[in-house]
């Protein structure tokens, strides 16, 4: 991880330095990796990545939690998948740790379905 922050353009370094803080305290339990050549996150499955380009930070995470914040994401060049996070304006803390948040519920949801459903020793299908 830092040597991907190391390797970016010296006027995004301390943009990348503060996200990666922000999701490391948001999601201290989070597993950081590289993958596919950004930083990665995982929490009970995918968590987020992020990615720095000429113009902005790419935040990714999954459609679900994009949907869900629809509205708040009004001011942010958005995809399915990503928001947009410009170089020429503050980080959002508060919004980014929301999303990241978000995910982290979603995620746990999940594992805990899957829990309830999967079958017990001896009461397999």
Do not use: C
């Not at 991880?1 to 990348?16: D, E, G, H």
């Not at 050549?37 to 930070?57: D, E, N, V």
């Not at 948040?101 to 020793?121: D, I, S, V, Y």
């Amino acid at each position: 991880m830092a040597a991907y922050i190391a390797a970016a353009p010296a006027a995004v370094r301390s943009r990348l330095k503060e996200l990666r803080s922000l999701i490391r305290k948001t999601a201290p339990a989070a597993v950081e990796r590289i993958s596919y050549g950004m930083p990665y996150y995982a929490y009970q499955g995918r968590l987020a990545y992020f990615r720095h380009w000429k113009a902005h930070i790419g935040l990714y995470l999954p459609t679900p939690i994009i949907e869900e914040h629809r509205r708040e994401l009004a001011g942010y060049e958005t995809t399915t998948a990503t928001v947009r996070l410009p170089l020429d304006k503050k980080l959002p803390i508060a919004f980014i740790r929301q999303l990241v948040r978000a995910r982290m519920r979603m995620n746990e949801a999940r594992k805990r379905k899957k829990q309830l459903n999967a079958p017990t020793p001896g009461n397999e299908h």
